[in-house]
């Protein structure tokens, strides 16, 4: 099983952005030159939604509306500046992070950004997800092999239902079956859900 | 069943792509208010991220891209103006001959200036077909799990593993894919569509990579070599004999490709090794 973050581009590696002429067939509401800013900055995106949301939902929302903003935003951006685009995402990210928070009265949530959070924190977070990890491993253990090459394929791999289906043999609603069943299953078993609620 | 137990179960469903456009959309307004369905569905998408070790999952990804894509889609939907009684009844046959006329010498003019055809390539000469890419792997059917390995440019894949394809379709007019091999000895290779078919295949407007349905398996019709993989992207379907037609690799018959307009290829090449390959 992979790690958390493997995958990654690691925040500090220097983000390439959009060209000159991209970015002005951007700010001039092309919808495919939308989709390239789009894939050159989504992950910088994310980076700040990431800092100011934990959860997976509100990350998913805040996603969502960063990117809306930019999108309503776009003709405020001096395309000379095309240099600059970058920075000047994440800052209309930032901006929407903190109104988004402000809007929530009802579940208040502190910015992780805002706050400094303490070694110890941190590494307790770390720690958790390394617990989790652990609990998945020993949970995959627990499957029978069907199920166990299931779960690498589909849940680790992350492989199409079609191509899942064809490595297994087995038919392709099968595949959508042992995926609900196998979700189910996560989401029943108290070790998984203990260790999550330590995340 | 009550809402919460229903709702419950969309969640399951959400994460095992199950669910209509309506049914996500009721979904997303009761999470955005019940904090305990909202508990359980960040607990089933973290678990789905420590499982597959990236935040956030690649399906996760695929479904806010699309979401992302219908709410951007809404906010440029002009609204249609209403039709207005014309003022100037001469003006509307005077627009059409300009558009003729304009139409016409386009089409006259049309390939004259430089010959350049209008195909764009990657891994080719320097032309940069920015709408489209594709990206190759390599799975080891042996290791387990198996975990695809990405092949660059001129990378290697050994004999006994598995070829996966994953496009990426950045163009709103693009929806079919052709995809076939040529080797070094110049035989064509079709993967898609497959033998019992006739056209390319139907592929979706995708941000991130979409992996083809099927993995090749290289023990089958391949040998040891160098094997160049095309990608045809276009916005009709191609028949099989239209692109057997028109693929001259500068390798085999020394022509260029020249398909035409609104098609897009993308050249990948690879090394077959032997099984005791790297």
Request: aromatic residues 8%; proline residues 6%.
């Amino acid at each position: 099983m992979r790690r958390p973050g493997e995958s990654q581009t690691k925040p500090d590696e220097p983000a390439k952005g959009p060209g000159q002429e991209l970015v002005t067939q951007f700010v001039a509401g092309e919808r495919d030159a939308f989709a390239q800013v789009f894939q050159l900055t989504r992950r910088e995106v994310l980076f700040v939604v990431q800092r100011f949301f934990r959860s997976p939902f509100d990350q998913e929302e805040a996603f969502q509306e960063a990117w809306l903003q930019i999108y309503r935003m776009r003709q405020r951006f001096d395309v000379n500046r095309h240099a600059e685009f970058l920075p000047w995402a994440r800052q209309v990210a930032r901006y929407r992070c903190i109104d988004l928070i402000k809007a929530r009265t009802r579940r208040p949530e502190v910015p992780v950004e805002e706050i400094e959070l303490p070694q110890e924190a941190s590494q307790l977070a770390t720690a958790a997800r390394s617990q989790l990890r652990q609990r998945l491993e020993a949970f995959v253990d627990k499957l029978d092999r069907q199920q166990r090459e299931f779960f690498a394929l589909c849940f680790a791999e992350e492989l199409p239902h079609e191509e899942i289906a064809r490595q297994m043999s087995i038919s392709v609603r099968r595949c959508k079956y042992l995926k609900k069943k196998l979700l189910e299953r996560m989401l029943r078993s108290p070790e998984l859900r203990k260790a999550r609620a330590s995340t | 069943m009550s809402a919460h137990r229903r709702y419950r179960r969309l969640i399951r469903d959400c994460f095992a792509d199950e669910l209509t456009g309506e049914q996500q959309a009721a979904l997303l307004q009761h999470l955005r208010q019940c904090d305990d369905c909202r508990a359980e569905y960040d607990l089933a998408a973290t678990m789905l991220r420590a499982a597959a070790g990236r935040s956030p999952t690649r399906q996760e990804e695929q479904r806010w891209d699309s979401q992302l894509l219908a709410r951007i889609s809404g906010q440029t939907g002009e609204p249609q103006a209403a039709p207005r009684r014309a003022r100037l009844p001469w003006l509307a046959p005077l627009a059409a001959t300009l558009l003729v006329l304009i139409a016409v010498g386009v089409w006259l003019g049309r390939g004259k200036p430089n010959g350049r055809p209008g195909v764009q390539l990657r891994g080719g000469d320097g032309v940069v077909a920015p709408l489209v890419d594709l990206e190759v792997f390599a799975i080891d059917a042996d290791r387990h799990p198996p975990t695809p390995r990405r092949i660059g440019q001129g990378g290697t894949v050994r004999l006994d593993e598995y070829l996966q394809f994953r496009y990426r379709n950045h163009s709103t007019r693009v929806r079919h894919l052709y995809l076939l091999g040529l080797d070094s000895r110049s035989e064509m290779l079709d993967y898609f569509p497959r033998p019992d078919e006739s056209q390319s295949i139907a592929i979706e407007e995708a941000l991130g990579p979409r992996a083809v349905a099927r993995s090749i398996r290289l023990a089958q019709r391949h040998r040891p070599g160098t094997l160049w993989i095309y990608a045809v992207f276009s916005e009709e379907p191609l028949t099989r004999a239209e692109v057997h037609r028109k693929i001259q690799h500068p390798a085999v018959g020394g022509r260029r490709m020249d398909f035409g307009q609104g098609i897009y290829v993308v050249l990948r090449q690879i090394t077959i090794a032997d099984k005791e390959g790297p």
